[in-house]
């Protein structure tokens, strides 16, 4: 493996709970993302995939320090960007950048699209080199006519709008590009288009993607590499045909075992994996392997020493005491 | 609003004031100043523009003028009082008063001798004696916060062998005396109400529950207060009873309520129309005459450019007083002229030299000539400068009161057309004004009124030891900070002389310097108002108007009409 | 409100219009499905045209306006010009409102006082605007322990009743045009920041807010780009109702001596001193009433306008 | 909920002690209770120093200010030091006029307010819609003391000399007829009515805009629709529906505004002659009587707290949304 691009280790964020009658102090935290580790190397698509709530959003905020860490350390082409501030932190911008999920809240209604997309340009004294060509320029790229800059956000439906987000994104030319669940809230028509449209923008930048979902089948359609998120804590990591045939956690085999099968033969036939109970609050996650609870694999063992995520099979680490290999129940149709 | 109270205190301070109002509405009504007789008129309501907050006569309540007016000039027997006239004489308290040709007055040492009328009894039965003389002495002296000790603290003692003749013994001679034990503001306590002592601080505050007046106060709290008769009073039984005081101390709803009947009398502060709207109603009757408080434009002489005496000369030539009397005061008091004398008024003894200012009168083409012959050049803004330096003055009075700030606007205009430009600057009074404005010569010109005093000395006012300093703690009252060492001097000697007729000349030499100098611009006596309704008082109220004893003074002698 | 219940800083009606800001984009798309290709001032200034009142007094209000600034224009004598033989001559052919009791044209007074009454009230509104602005956007946009200083002092100038704290400042300061424009906007910010903070908490978590901070926006670019406009719908529905307020109050001032100080003329201090000539010389106390009644009325049928204008809701009542 | 009371309470501490600390250092600064005594002739410089010192006004400020806390912690709020008056029996009366000002003035405009806005939201573009808000948008234009003025004219003078009457048609200043004894109900009504009026017309103005805004957004309002189509009758619909929930904003303001009335009606009580708060506070003001405003201040800064609490609470109990931690 090269130098990666982005390095996390040991990411820790956890958000107080505060009472109090005169003076508020934290009497609880939420561990939203605790330890969490990973590499992402130039030019890949790496996926982190989880049910809502499980530290995926938070992941991403860290990644580009929208959000300060608690714990552990971010590295970008070798250099720590942990703790940058300032100026630094303004550069670091150039590199990363983020699309978000709702593009009808993260587009600014009292701006006109060409101010939207021009903004980054603004903030880093690109807008006098150019700035209304690199506008119409972007525009183009991802699908709209230069004559949208002049309007508003809300005069455009889902589609057109996470387009506009994009536009923004790719303004700075940057290198990794954090997708936080890119089209999770747009119709099912649109969703291809969007992907497609981002598939198309790597290869001709040649972009690295930290890509957020929930929906595994979007994962397996776009990511290379695959990280599974549970309750702030990564179970596994694994290429993405790796991960989807060979599963060694028994939450990744739960979350592959749902996944909707278009052939109704199939369907039928395939035996589904169902947790049981309800996702622990994160305020108070369980002892040891915080999935013990609704493992349908768990023992003593899991109760009482927390498993490492440490290497399985080539490249392919997994957080289990009862990791290994198994053959998925239903060929997939990939 | 707020200067109501400042203006009510000097007025207070009338020592002596002339009977020369005038009267408007319908009918002339009968000065007869004896008067009463209990023909049981009913019922009667007061208005008063400030309320007493409080009744303790020693401490600082005393300061309001309309704690006296309103309650303890009825409650309380004075051992001397003030005539119409302005003259002093004794009250029924006394059998006589204390003069030199009776013996009752000694010169050397002084002593004063107080002969009680044996008749006098407070409300409870007891005799007045002069054991109530000695305390009201003692408790002058003795009381937390007491605010008149002037006179009491060069009183050794009080010979109380008699109870019915007090013998009140001074350090040295005190002209003053009858303002001990009486006068404007004095009264004779009741010993026996004070057990406790001579320190009657915190002590009648709410309530004065004995009385050798002609009125009991029977109660008294923040809507109203009420006198009813002293049946043990031993002078002429008083008509109306009960008399209750309300306070109407928005001076608009003051007059609404004398217009609509709610109540029958009230004294105000004279404002441009308030004849006017008195006379649209014809059961409304008034008195009015000048008092003897004097407005004048007062000058800071310790500051350029008002030390130049030139550019004094040139403010009074570009200082229209006509207008000021004609428009402020006039339509108040018709027969107001301007004064012209420098520390008196006309009404208050023979001081007055009513000649000396007369010669100013509004030219503006005199004013600017002196100015140019003192170097003024007239600048294109329309404002005279000399060394680059506009003369621009600044104007201070205090706030809230509409005829001194007419008088600012009017005056503005006058000097304008003179060259010379006014700023105005209000303050507030008494603070700041009167304790950091004037006292520290922060000011250029300043508008307030003083106060003529039966005793025509004005070295207070005047002489160089008075000018406010840090040494004296700014507590010195020559604001104009004028020191002419020769004047200073004269006063002095006028000081030490009580034989009128050779005081006269050494005072009018005084007025000579203030003229000679241009100290200040003198502009009229103050008018004072007191308006009832006919279908409900009869006479003589109003006698008093002009005293510092105020509308309400000879409440028991009032009648039906 | 202008008196007496009004000291008591009473959470203005504009503190319920947090709600409007909390939904700004959703909501604005709403409004956007009528009104393709307009900016948010064209929606709210179409919005307001449906409002006549608010448009009728808009128009008297610049009227007024004009009259004030071209005062030396319009007046037909000097404010301080005195005909001291034409004391208190009542309305008629010379002076066609009268005279006051130095002789002087209440009309040309009343023009001039107009000019410094709506100095005031605009003065005033806008600094508060400004103080009320920031110190909103600031606890709301940092929160944390600064949020609470800032609004605890907030609470402090409330609790203490509105004619008191300004009787107290004005007495410190003194009655120029100036002090009393200082002390006013002192003392007018706290609903307006409590009202701005309101709306910042909550765009605080908008993802736009996250969207330019990613970018590399600084906070004060967000602040003022990004979360500034999206506020801006009740901040100025509440300034417009300041200036109202401004002029009421100014005129209390006065009436309790505390106001901007004569010779200056204001609507509140002509009205103040010629009090006692209410039945003697009717026009000195009917006239500036009247002008202070129109101003204010006018101001807030507009801020009402604006209200309507800002709030999406309102396109879901049929009009 | 009790930790949130709780938590309020105590934060209104240092804002109660901010606030005297202020206004101690405000008045000393502009008034001093020596002034007018000061510019009294009669009154000597020897007396002036004698009652300087009995009344520890030459002590220095901290010391003073910490003297009145003190005994204002103790529970002992002194005596006035101009009228030498005790403080707490001043406030007790204060208070209580200016209430019966205030709460009769919130009774007629809750009632009227309350009353007008309903029927103008049901009768919303009808004739008595648009006057009555034109006429609440009067109401909260109308200069104070104008109208306070030209009421008095009215009903004291204009109409009195109308019908050639010996009383005025109303009396035009305090509290009842002077000379009154015991309590005459109809001359403490009568003695209300222009104050009151004077002060319900601004009130009654803000709460019918109040309960009006309210009522639309609940007529409005999807549940409303539900009940009707669950077949209620249109009064229960009204009335069991529709005005709680218009009405429960309104309740926490006038909860807030009765708190805010402590402080004193200033302008009101002054034209009317009513001896309450307001009238209390300009003339201790005046006088510099800083003994009098600052436990002046304290008692009305608490009112507004604790009613701001009250206010709250109520809004909590009304509204189950709400929730405070």
Not at chain 2, 267 to 295: D, F, H, M
Request: charged content about 20%.
């Amino acid at each position: 493996m090269t130098e990666p691009l982005l390095r996390a280790d040991g990411l820790v964020k956890h958000f107080p709970v505060l009472r109090g009658v005169v003076f508020r102090r934290a009497v609880a935290e939420v561990h939203a993302v605790d330890g969490v580790s990973f590499e992402i190397a130039p030019g890949e698509t790496f996926g982190v995939v989880g049910e809502s709530g499980c530290g995926k959003t938070t992941v991403a905020r860290l990644v580009m320090r929208l959000v300060d860490l608690d714990d552990g350390t971010l590295t970008s082409d070798g250099e720590d960007i942990t703790r940058v501030r300032g100026e630094a932190l303004r550069k670091l911008r150039l590199k990363m950048q983020i699309i978000f999920q709702d593009p009808f809240a993260s587009l600014n209604p009292r701006m006109t699209v060409g101010d939207i997309v021009g903004e980054p340009l603004h903030i880093h004294n690109m807008w006098k080199d150019g700035g209304p060509r690199r506008v119409r320029e972007l525009l183009d790229l991802v699908g709209l006519a230069a004559e949208h800059a002049e309007r508003y956000p809300h005069e455009f439906s889902g589609g057109q709008r996470q387009r506009i987000g994009i536009a923004r994104a790719l303004a700075l030319h940057p290198k990794l590009v954090v997708c936080d669940e890119p089209v999770s809230a747009l119709d099912v028509s649109m969703r291809a288009q969007i992907l497609n449209l981002l598939k198309h923008l790597q290869e001709e930048f040649g972009l690295t993607y930290l890509f957020i979902s929930h929906d595994l089948s979007v994962v397996r359609q776009v990511c290379d590499r695959v990280a599974v998120m549970y309750l702030g804590q990564v179970v596994e990591v694994a290429e993405r045909d790796a991960l989807f045939d060979r599963a060694l956690h028994p939450y990744t085999q739960a979350l592959i075992s749902a996944i909707p099968i278009p052939d109704p033969e199939l369907e039928r036939k395939r035996r589904r994996i169902v947790l049981q109970g309800d996702v622990p609050s994160p305020q108070d996650p369980p002892r040891a392997c915080r999935f013990h609870t609704r493992c349908f694999k768990a023992q003593e063992i899991c109760e009482q020493i927390e498993p490492e995520l440490e290497q399985r099979c080539d490249d392919h680490p997994a957080a289990c005491h009862f990791a290994e290999p198994r053959a998925p129940v239903v060929e997939s149709p990939a | 609003m707020r200067t109501l109270r400042f203006v009510a205190v000097v007025a207070s301070l009338l020592l002596v004031a002339v009977a020369c109002g005038k009267e408007g509405g319908p009918s002339a009504s009968n000065n007869a100043v004896t008067g009463g007789g209990g023909q049981n008129a009913g019922p009667l309501v007061l208005g008063a523009e400030q309320f007493p907050e409080c009744l303790n006569p020693i401490d600082s309540c005393a300061n309001a003028s309309w704690e006296d007016w309103a309650v303890v000039d009825h409650v309380l027997e004075k051992a001397m009082t003030i005539t119409p006239q302005g003259t002093f004489e004794a009250t029924p308290l006394l059998t006589e008063a204390p003069t030199l040709a009776n013996g009752d007055l000694t010169q050397n040492p002084f002593s004063v001798k107080y002969k009680i009328n044996p008749k006098a009894v407070w409300d409870d039965g007891t005799p007045v004696t002069s054991k109530d003389f000695e305390f009201t002495w003692q408790a002058h002296m003795k009381t937390k916060g007491s605010i008149f000790t002037t006179g009491y603290d060069k009183i050794t003692s009080v010979d109380t062998t008699d109870p019915h003749t007090a013998i009140v013994h001074y350090s040295q001679i005190y002209a003053d005396w009858p303002d001990n034990f009486g006068g404007n503001t004095d009264y004779v306590l009741k010993a026996a109400a004070f057990p406790k002592g001579p320190d009657i601080s915190g002590q009648v505050q709410t309530n004065i529950p004995f009385s050798d007046g002609p009125y009991k106060l029977t109660s008294f709290n923040k809507n109203e207060l009420v006198l009813t008769a002293n049946d043990k009073w031993w002078g002429p039984k008083p008509n109306f009873s009960p008399v209750t005081v309300v306070p109407r101390t928005d001076s608009n709803t003051e007059v609404t309520s004398l217009l609509s009947g709610e109540v029958s009398a009230i004294y105000p502060q004279p404002s441009v129309t308030l004849a006017q709207r008195l006379k649209s109603n014809p059961k409304v009757k008034y008195r009015v005459g000048g008092g003897s408080s004097y407005e004048g434009v007062w000058l800071n002489l310790a500051k350029a450019p008002l030390n130049d005496i030139k550019v004094r000369e040139a403010l009074f030539w570009a200082t229209d007083r006509e207008a000021v009397v004609n428009t402020i005061i006039k339509p108040s008091d018709p027969d107001a002229a301007v004064l012209n004398c420098a520390g008196w008024v006309p009404n208050v003894g023979p001081w007055c030299d009513n000649t000396q200012f007369a010669n100013f009168h509004y030219d503006p083409n005199q004013a600017k000539s002196i100015l140019t012959a003192d170097g003024y050049k007239l600048g294109s803004d329309g404002i005279f400068a000399k060394n680059g330096q506009r003369l621009s003055l600044t104007f201070s009075t205090t706030t809230g009161n509409k005829g001194r700030e007419d008088t600012e606007a009017l005056l503005k205009e006058k000097w304008k057309a003179a060259g010379i430009e006014m700023v105005v600057k209000n303050y507030n009074s008494p603070s700041p004004i009167f304790t950091d404005i004037l006292p520290k010569g922060n000011f250029q010109v300043a508008e307030y009124a003083q106060v003529a005093s039966p005793d025509p000395g004005v070295t207070s006012i005047y002489a160089c030891d008075q000018i406010p300093s840090a040494a004296n703690q700014y507590a010195g009252q020559n604001f104009s900070f004028w020191c002419n060492q020769q004047a200073t001097n004269v006063m002095k000697q006028s000081d030490l002389q009580l034989d009128p007729a050779k005081r006269l000349p050494l005072i009018k030499q005084v007025g000579a310097f203030v003229r000679q100098d241009l100290v200040w611009l003198p502009l009229y006596q103050k008018p004072l108002i007191t308006a009832w309704r006919t279908d409900k008082i009869g006479g003589p109220i109003g006698a008093y108007n002009e005293t510092g004893l105020g509308g309400f003074y000879n409440l028991y002698a009032w009648t039906k009409p | 409100m202008t008196d007496d219940i009004k000291s008591a800083h009473h959470p203005e009606i504009g503190e319920l219009e947090i709600a409007a800001a909390e939904l700004p984009d959703d909501t604005l798309a709403r409004m956007g499905l009528d009104a393709v290709g307009a900016s948010q001032w064209r929606i709210v200034w179409r919005r307001l045209l449906r409002h006549r009142l608010a448009i009728a007094s808009f128009g008297i209000l610049v009227l007024l306006g004009v009259i004030a600034v071209f005062a030396n224009v319009f007046a037909p004598h000097g404010y301080a010009t005195q005909y001291l033989s034409q004391q208190l001559r009542s309305p008629g052919a010379g002076h066609w409102l009268g005279t006051d009791t130095l002789g002087r044209d209440e009309l040309s007074r009343l023009i001039y006082g107009g000019r410094i009454s709506l100095a005031v009230g605009f003065g005033v509104a806008l600094s508060a605007g400004v103080i009320g602005t920031i110190v909103g956007s600031l606890a709301g946009f940092y929160g944390g322990r600064l949020d609470t200083l800032l609004m605890r002092v907030t609470d402090l100038f409330l609790s203490i009743p509105l004619l008191v704290i300004l009787i107290v400042a004005a007495t410190l300061l003194g009655g120029s045009v100036l002090d009393i424009v200082i002390v006013l906007s002192i003392f007018f910010w706290m609903p307006l920041a409590r009202i701005v903070r309101g709306s910042f908490l909550s765009l605080r978590e908008k993802e736009f807010v996250e969207a330019a901070r990613s970018v590399g926006a600084s906070n004060f670019r967000i602040i003022v780009r990004h979360m500034l406009p999206n506020a801006i719908g009740p901040i100025i529905v509440n300034v417009t109702l300041a200036v109202a307020e401004a002029i009421l109050i100014e005129s209390v001032l006065s009436f309790l001596g505390f106001g901007i100080q004569p010779p200056t003329p204001t609507w509140g201090n002509m009205l103040a001193e010629s009090r006692d000539l209410a039945t003697t010389a009717p026009w000195l106390v009917w006239f500036p009433g009247l002008c202070i009644l129109l101003t204010v009325l006018c101001v807030n049928f507009l801020g009402d306008g604006l209200r309507d204008a800002f709030d999406p809701t309102q396109d879901l009542i049929k009009r | 909920m009790g930790q949130y009371i709780a938590r309020r309470a105590l934060v209104s501490i240092p804002v109660l002690l901010i606030a005297s600390i202020s206004v101690f250092a405000i008045v000393k600064a502009t008034a001093s209770p020596v002034a007018a005594i000061r510019s009294n002739p009669r009154v000597s410089q020897a007396a002036i120093e004698k009652y300087t010192h009995d009344l520890g006004l030459d002590k220095p400020p901290p010391e003073q200010y910490l003297t009145w806390l003190g005994n204002f912690i103790r529970g002992k709020w002194g005596t006035s030091i101009v009228t030498g008056r005790p403080v707490g029996p001043d406030i007790r009366d204060g208070l209580f006029n200016t209430m019966i000002l205030g709460i009769t003035s919130f009774l007629v405009s809750i009632v009227l307010g309350v009353g007008v806005g309903i029927f103008s939201a049901v009768r919303q573009y009808s004739f008595f819609d648009y006057l009555s808000t034109g006429s609440a948008f009067l109401g909260l234009s109308i200069p104070v003391f104008w109208f306070a003025l030209i009421l008095q004219i009215v009903f004291g003078l204009y109409l009195t000399n109308w019908f050639h009457l010996a009383t005025p048609v109303l009396p035009t200043a305090g509290m009842f007829s002077p000379g009154a004894t015991g309590i005459d109900l109809i001359d403490r009504i009568r003695h209300l009515i222009l104050p009151v009026t004077v002060l319900s017309v601004q009130i009654v103005a803000l709460y019918s805009r109040y309960t009006r805004a309210g009522m639309l957004d609940v007529l409005h309002s999807d549940y409303l629709r539900t009940a009707r189509a669950k077949g209620l009758n249109e009064r229960t619909v009204m009335m069991r529906h529709a005005m709680r929930n218009a009405l429960t904003p309104l309740v926490s303001v006038a909860a807030i505004d009765v708190g805010a009335l402590a402080g004193g009606l200033i302008v009101t009580e002054t034209i009317f002659s009513w001896p309450g708060m307001g009238v209390l506070f300009i003339s201790a003001m005046e006088n510099g009587d800083y003994s009098v405003v600052l436990t002046w201040m304290m008692i009305v800064v608490a009112f507004v707290i604790v009613f701001n609490l009250i206010a709250d609470i109520l809004y909590a109990v009304l509204d189950p949304r709400i929730r405070y931690d």
